[in-house]
């Protein structure tokens, strides 16, 4: 256990549907990012955030996902009219201000039908 | 942009033996590498960390080391134990204000009892 939780672990829906995740990082930690990672690939960045503010966002990210961090604490993905291809493990990461060891959590499995 | 590759993509071995995972990247300028290690349908852990300006980390079994000059990276893993089976991935961060990670596929590797 890194410390970070994501919610929920698994998610199912069809197609079409919205759907939201939520991280809750390691205490104090300034820095989170959102990473995916499909079947057999590397995990790829999509987000980050500095406390409450969204820093830099990948071309991965369509106008279909939005991602908040209110207050700079916990974060949430949201992904609207979901596509079979937003199927993959999407995972949150939290990093301390001047450390460089990002901490991992257990990641979000979507399945999209 | 940054490319970072793995080789061997899966490597099975037999107990006991010691055993050397690859990594390459594309832009030398990079701030730090980190090796990860990732169990099935599971979220990434930290192994080790090299800072640019080291040549090599260890931890316990693992060793790492980093050739900044000509884009190379190894972890070696010695008397291999059934336990170690997961897939291993290495992630260059390169600097900038984000600290973000480029990942490669990773190694599977099967340590046979």
Known sequence: DTGVSQDPRHKITKRGQNVTFRCDPISEHNRLYWYRQTLGQGPEFLTYFQNEAQLEKSRLLSDRFSAERPKGSFSTLEIQRTEQGDSAMYLCASQQGNQETQYFGPGTRLLVL | ?113
């Open chain 2, 1 to 113: 942009k940054q490319e970072v590759t793995q080789i061997p993509a899966a490597l099975s071995v037999p107990e006991g033996e010691n055993l050397v995972l690859n990594c390459s990247f594309t832009d030398s300028a990079i701030y730090n590498l980190q090796w990860f290690r990732q169990d099935p349908g599971k979220g990434l852990t930290s192994l080790l960390l090299i800072q640019s300006s080291q040549r090599e980390q260890t931890s316990g079994r693992l060793n790492a080391s980093l050739d900044k000059s000509s884009g190379r990276s190894t972890l070696y893993i010695a008397a291999s134990q059934p336990g170690d089976s997961a897939t291993y991935l290495c992630a260059v961060n390169s600097g900038g204000s984000n600290y973000k990670l480029t990942f490669g596929k990773g190694t599977l590797l099967t340590v046979n009892p």
